[in-house]
């Protein structure tokens, strides 16, 4: 299967290449056709590497102007005047790592109940639930184990408010499954029933499973649940689009894909429908074992390419989750006892098998994003693509090691070296019940550190953010920016989660903005306001850097703008 790869690399990063440079211009030409008119923006507060500006003026969906209103204006006379009215101009934001589409599929389950209900209520919700669904399947959540203390996680406990449908719930991490009585008997998981490799189905001390089940044997159980329809796939993805333009992100990696996926964003695209600047991961792994479609997909990228979507990156998980399930792969054991998993968690990949694919990969110009939480996982990947590195020398794609919740200090520098991304996931930088599960797994020390963004920028690394949404609530980047800055509740809280790593407002926009954009190889055209670039920015009611950092999560975005033209205008009248 690698020969195989190996042999047809250069027709396919040619062919790939081809499409992209031929999208681009045609895109451009599009953004041109649409917009013949001059327009300049002032009296507003805009952010560009060269400091704050008043005015900006855009032409054919390109900045062509930036400076004071009287600069400006006198560079284009008699253009069309969009009066700002002190409102601040920000780059479009980057999410580095979302699921929209594994959202749109159901992949997160048709129950959405809030993790951080007592016992009693979780229950009782997932019984009302339960009521209102239509079809065999109940599926949902999401689940945490600290919120849940002193109730059995066992499908015995989720029978009583399941009934006799077969039912699965996600826990908060999206990594392990609670599943009742019905669906492991529709799955046929027995006491007999071997953990599959890179999975681990719980089992109590005689032995039999409890109906909690980790990584890759989940999909002992979602392998039984029916696919809905694709066209409804497409509407889901659809309105999930549309929400992250509302939050003003105008681009974001689609952080797994498989093939039906491509299929549906570039149908998306064709109708028109699709705005952000988006780059999809294909999968690497499906179910434990090499993606079956996995070279096909990447022999297939050049039909799906479009000028703002591009499959050009391959998924990997290197590991688990560091919470009680104690998947995520750590050098050190951990604290709490977990008699069901590896001392040291799960790792997912071994360099005999990865380094000949990251090598070809790399070669063929495909970015490479890796699920890596535990810091042995986070030293896996670097190592990936240290292999790379050496074998193809330092030209090829920027590769992104994901989530990074530890780090080893030693491997912090290896960023910079070996030209990789750093992506933290905010949105968990402050307290909340997830964390005390991590704190309990891997013991208060290490939490000194967790999520070691502030070392990532001093290390002089890419550092990117990643929501990883739908796994957390909403995608809304003011809530990362601000618990990114403060790593307290939002809104400020007397409890920290590893305070030592808050960052400066400048950093997080950095991180949101042009870093995502370097990341994805686009940073000539996007990621600030500056002449010649494309017109990607937003329009937001509040300064962040003018405003107490507890406040930034109060930010709403007014417009939202891509090559010049409004894609989202929360007032309906933009420009007016």
Sequence with gaps: MVSGMISGSGAIRKGIRAL???????????????????????????????GWKSAFAVKDGR???????????????????????????????????????????????????????????????????????KGDWVTGGQWQASVLTGTPITAATLDSASGDRPTLLFDISGHSLWVNSKAMAVAGITKDTPNPE????????????????????????????????????????????????GYGITGYVEAMAFRDDLEVYAALYDKGELKQHVQACIAYSHAGHVNPDLDATIAAIPTYTRDRFKPTCVKVFADGVPTESHTGAMLAPYEAGQPNAPAKGLLLFTPETLDPRMAEWDRKGLNVLFHAAGDAAVRAALDAIAYARKTNGMNGPIHQVGHMTF??????PRGKALNAAFEFSPYLWDPQPINDDITMAVGAKRIERVWPIKEGFAAGALVVAGSDWAVIPAPDPWLGIETAITRQNVGGSAKSFGAAEGITVAQAIQMFTIDGVKRMGLDKELGSIEAGKRADFIVVDKNPFKIPATEIHTIKVQQTYIDGAVVFDRSGAAGK
């Design 63 to 133: 900045i062509v102007a930036v400076g004071s209103d009287a600069e400006v204006r006198k560079a284009a006379p008699g253009a069309t005047v969009v009066d700002l009215a002190s409102r601040t101009v920000l780059p479009g934001l980057y999410d580095m790592h979302v699921h929209p589409v594994l959202e749109a599929k159901g992949g997160e389950g048709g129950c959405r109940i809030s993790p951080d209900l007592p016992p009693k209520e979780f229950l009782a919700a997932v019984a009302d639930c339960a009521k209102g669904v």
């Design 198 to 245: 890179g999975g681990i189905i719980e089992r109590d001390a005689a032995g039999m499973p409890t109906g909690i089940l980790r990584e890759t044997a989940r999909d002992l159980v979602l392998r039984h649940v029916p696919p809905q329809p694709a066209s409804q796939t497409l509407a889901g993805l659809k309105k999930n689009i549309d929400m992250l333009l």
């Design 407 to 412: 780090v080893d200090p030693a491997d912090m």
């Design 20 to 50: 992209m440079t031929a999208a681009a211009v045609a895109g451009l030409a599009t953004a041109a056709h649409a917009s013949s008119t001059t327009t300049v923006y002032s009296n507003g507060q805009v952010y560009t590497p060269a």
